[in-house]
């Protein structure tokens, strides 16, 4: 069978680790619940670096790309971490280029955290209401180049732009995302596979 779509999560140097593995499980999950189901399983998730080598991310976890920016296949769904290396990444110019065209002809383009410092300066986000890390919303306002920069929420979409706050909030984001490309239901299935309940939050001095 075909895949649906494919969705292409962008790795760097120093991206924060949970910011795309937790889409990666949520997205592969959705995936694996089809399985279950006995469905054919319908989208193709990849890692993409701009080299196509391994990165070696935030907290010291490498993780090695499928491909890399130059042959990377057409993307449904653009997903971009965010992490120290954003600081970075906004001013490598042939990165952004490349994501301002391939956003062009993405159903979804998304981001995790400092991911949407990339996705404002790159266009696709430019204008737009945004959110990101809680530490990181005051930065990304005196840039100016989003409409408004929300914050004290898990995640914002406008258009089919779809920013979240920070690390574990992309979990929620890719939740919402997997509803919206495959049904609610199949969401909370997926959900429950992965047992994911966030609340409550903190149970261990209970």
């Known amino acids: 069978m075909a895949h649906n779509r494919t969705i292409g999560?962008?790795?760097?140097?120093?991206?924060e680790e949970l910011d795309f593995v937790g889409p990666y499980e949520v997205?592969?999950?959705?995936?694996e619940m089809y399985g279950h189901s006995g469905k054919p399983k319908p989208d193709r998730v990849i890692l993409i670096s701009e080299n196509g080598k391994t990165v070696t991310c935030a907290k010291g976890m490498r993780v090695e790309a499928d491909c890399s920016i130059a042959d990377a296949p057409?993307?449904?769904v653009l997903l971009i971490p965010g992490g120290q290396g954003t600081r970075r990444e906004v001013l490598n110019q042939p990165?952004?280029?490349w994501?301002?065209?391939v956003s062009a002809t993405c159903e979804w383009v998304t981001s995790v955290c400092t991911g949407s410092l990339v996705l404002t300066a790159a266009g696709p986000a430019k204008g737009k209401r945004v959110t990101t890390h809680w530490a990181f919303i005051e930065t990304l306002r005196e840039r100016g180049e989003a409409s408004e920069v929300l914050e004290k929420v898990r995640y914002v979409r406008d258009g089919n732009v779809?920013?979240?706050a920070g690390v574990s909030a992309g979990i929620d984001m890719a939740l919402w995302l997997t509803g919206q490309m495959h049904g609610e239901d199949h969401a909370r299935f997926t959900q429950h596979g992965m047992q994911y309940d966030p609340a409550p939050p903190y149970a261990a001095a209970v």
Do not use: E
């Not at 999560?9 to 991206?15: E, N, P, Q, R």
């Open 162 to 164: 779809v920013t979240s």
């Open 74 to 76: 057409k993307l449904d």
């Open 27 to 31: 997205f592969t999950m959705s995936n």
């Open 9 to 15: 999560i962008l790795i760097f140097d120093d991206a």
């Open 99 to 101: 994501v301002a065209k």
């Open 95 to 97: 990165l952004l280029d």
